[in-house]
Nanobody
């Protein structure tokens, strides 16, 4: 069964940078929209950024100008470059791939902790 595997999480000081990666394990169809979500302590899961098959992007207002989502050259690879990190960016980050018409696939989540 295909799984999404995230990497790049960890601890960083405020103002620092981190790059998250997500890729599929095993062979699968090409994903449509790919996205990153996050869930902070005591908060609901929220959309951080998404990228379409054509490369158009959308960002949450809270990360605009600081985060960049991009597709990798390898099939079904997506990155989230996070700059100027703030303590409020602390969360578990999840990648999500749209494999329409078969449905969405989610990663297991990866922790990013930003200390002040």
């Amino acid at each position: 069964q295909v799984q999404l595997v995230e990497s790049g999480g960890g601890s960083v000081q405020a103002g620092g940078s981190r790059r998250l990666s997500c890729m599929t394990s095993g062979s699968t169809f090409a994903a449509n929209t790919m996205a990153w979500y996050r869930q902070g302590p005591g908060s609901q899961r929220e959309l951080v950024a998404r990228i379409s098959t054509r490369g158009s992007t959308n960002y949450a207002d809270s990360v605009k100008g600081r985060f960049t989502i991009s597709r990798g050259n390898a099939k079904n690879t997506v990155y989230l470059q996070m700059n100027s990190l703030k303590p409020e960016d602390t969360a578990v980050y999840y990648c999500m791939y749209d494999f329409a018409p078969w449905g969405d696939k989610w990663g297991q989540g990866i922790q990013v902790t930003v200390s002040s």
